[in-house]
């Protein structure tokens, strides 16, 4: 096991800022140099680096040359738990080196933050943002969130309407609850904090503007707003998913890619339209499969996207997701970890929570995660009391309740080990790559200065190099090509030096070729074969004549 002494601790002791992420990356390139690189996908609105931490034994190879496994995180603002078990993923893998040998073979890029700018608002303001609200033109009548009472977070507003929806729940008034037609006032409206741009002073208030959902921003299947909303205006018009997107078109390596959310806990599969019916036979098995071993492994339950709701909703049907994307158009077993929230730190399982049919039974969870949360020691600052204010605009209101990001996340204990199980699926995911290797390599003298070379290409790993059915007809899955460049002074007599292979199965499937070569002046070195094997990366042999 590598020096633990040397490679930085990473912290369960609360959310992590933009600051600290970019300084733990780097932390760990200069324990682990030879294991690991930083770089950036490229800049996000507000002009901070997106990092992606290349993960892998530099000796043994060069990242590209690879097969790669893909891991991203926060690409939902407030979703920062993601980052942290990413982040833990990385240190594991240099910890664990070389006594595991999975850094030799296998490439990891690790793009922790993918949201930067919306996780730091949710971490430093608790600010409420899916990943991008458009602030750039601002509306009359809306409310954009701001810290109005100043002490640090962007916590809600409440204020007494008789219009108003809410009510305090006569069980814990801490709460508030879906008005009724029994329900004993007073009724409140309520807002995020902030103030309204250009108010008239009426009760049509709208608040914050355009919410963007990065998670409906992939190419497949993407239909525009309002049909799908949060889409953006066209596949990866947001620049962040841009830079991802293109990262992961210009690696024909990747040969599984990993997302890290918070909901409530659940391994998430494909699809995300449809039915089940509408994947192929076998790769939905095989898919169940590592889906099972993901549920082992975290103890968290196997959902299709699909089904990801409540027993009050329909079959969902989720356009421009992750995970049709990186089925239909990577062609690769995909999943998404949600890791949690706290309604599954404070006892509540997700099964407890998507079987609700009721309003009434969802406010009976949150009733039970306050008292649960009553009996913390120490307390997470879950919740504030709610505190008379006056506001500039609407007058007389209270600020209070529930910090967004705590919510909308597991504690830092329950995540910690919640990651220690992603990191070993992880592991397993990975060693099922598909790996091309060069066998049976030999040369022998045909007679004069004739050598006939021969050499077995083979896929050792356990997916083919198409990795799912799907991806057989997909451009973006390279088949294998193998070229042949002889030396100077040496002549190719085979009619074909270049070769292409097509997929090769997993295991025990390979090709065994052939050439012939003159060589007059008896040049020591043949030539160099070079295969570029795509998800089973890339194989050089230099070949020398018999000794």
């Known amino acids: 096991m590598a020096q633990e002494v040397n490679i930085p601790t990473l912290s369960f002791s609360g959310f992590l800022r933009y600051r600290q ?17 930083l770089e950036s996908l490229g800049r996000s609105r507000e002009k901070r680096e997106i990092y992606v931490l290349t993960v892998t034994d530099l000796d043994t190879g060069a990242p590209e040359d690879k097969p790669a496994y893909l891991i991203h995180g926060n690409i939902h603002a407030g979703e920062v738990s993601g980052t942290q078990a990413a982040l833990h993923t990385a240190r594991r893998l240099l910890l664990d080196h070389p006594e595991s040998d999975i850094l030799k073979r296998v490439t990891f890029y690790i793009v922790p933050r993918l949201n930067p700018d919306g996780a ?43 219009d108003g929806e809410y009510v305090a729940d006569p069980q814990d008034p801490r709460l508030l609850v879906r008005r009724r037609a029994d329900s004993p006032g007073p009724s409140y409206r309520t807002f995020p904090e902030g103030r309204i741009h250009e108010w008239d002073g009426s009760d049509r208030v709208l608040a914050e503007g355009r919410s963007l959902d990065w998670n409906r921003n992939w190419s497949y299947d993407w239909r525009p ?4 909303p949060g889409a953006g205006d066209y596949p990866f018009s947001e620049v962040e998913m841009r830079h991802l997107a293109e990262f992961i078109h210009s690696h024909s390596n990747l040969f599984a890619v990993l997302g890290y959310h918070t909901g409530p806990a659940a391994v998430l599969r494909p699809p995300s339209t449809g039915s089940m019916d509408g994947l192929d036979p076998e790769d939905d098995q095989v898919m169940e ?98 505190t008379p204010f006056e506001h500039p605009q609407l007058g007389c209101v209270e600020i209070g309740g529930f910090l967004s990001q705590h919510r ?8 910690s080990e919640i990651a220690k199980g992603t990191y070993r699926f992880t592991l ?5 790559h598909p790996w091309i290797v060069l066998e049976d390599v030999s040369v022998d003298a045909v007679g004069g200065s004739v050598y006939r070379i021969r050499v077995r290409v083979a896929n050792r790993g356990e997916f083919p190099t198409h990795v799912t059915n799907e991806g057989k007809g997909l451009r973006r899955l390279r088949p294998v090509h193998v070229e042949f460049h002889p030396v100077e002074g040496v002549r190719l007599l085979s009619a074909q030096g270049h070769m292409d292979l097509g997929h090769l199965q997993g295991v025990a499937d390979s090709r065994l070729l052939e050439w012939f070569v003159s060589s007059p002046g008896g040049t020591r070195d043949l030539c160099e074969i070079r295969v570029w094997g795509g998800t089973g990366g890339n194989v050089r042999r230099l070949v020398k004549g018999p000794q």
């Open 21 to 37: 992420v970019a300084d733990f990356l780097k932390g760990l390139v200069k324990a682990c140099p030879d294991l690991c690189i």
């Open 120 to 162: 730091e608002f949710a971490v430093t303001r608790s600010g409420r943002v899916r990943s991008r609200t458009d602030r750039a033109q601002q509306m009359p009548n809306t409310l954009y969130q701001e810290d109005v009472d100043g002490n640090g977070l962007i916590l809600t507003m409440r204020q007494v309407h008789p």
């Open 225 to 228: 707003e309002p049909e799908q």
């Open 289 to 386: 499969d590592l889906a099972q071993m993901a549920a082992k492994e975290t103890g968290l339950p196997v959902i299709p996207v699909v089904q990801y709701h409540t027993a009050r909703s329909r079959d969902i049907n989720l356009r421009g997701h992750f995970h049709d994307f990186g089925y239909r158009h990577l062609g690769l077993f995909v999943f998404e970890f949600e890791l949690g929230t706290i309604l599954n730190s404070a006892g509540i399982s997700t099964s407890e929570f998507l079987d609700t049919r009721t309003e009434e039974e969802q406010e009976a969870l949150w009733r039970r995660v306050l008292y649960w949360w009553d009996d913390q020691k120490p307390q997470d600052p879950l919740f504030r009391p709610w």
């Open 408 to 415: 909308a996340n597991p504690t830092q204990s329950d995540l």
């Open 428 to 432: 397993q995911h990975a060693r099922k």
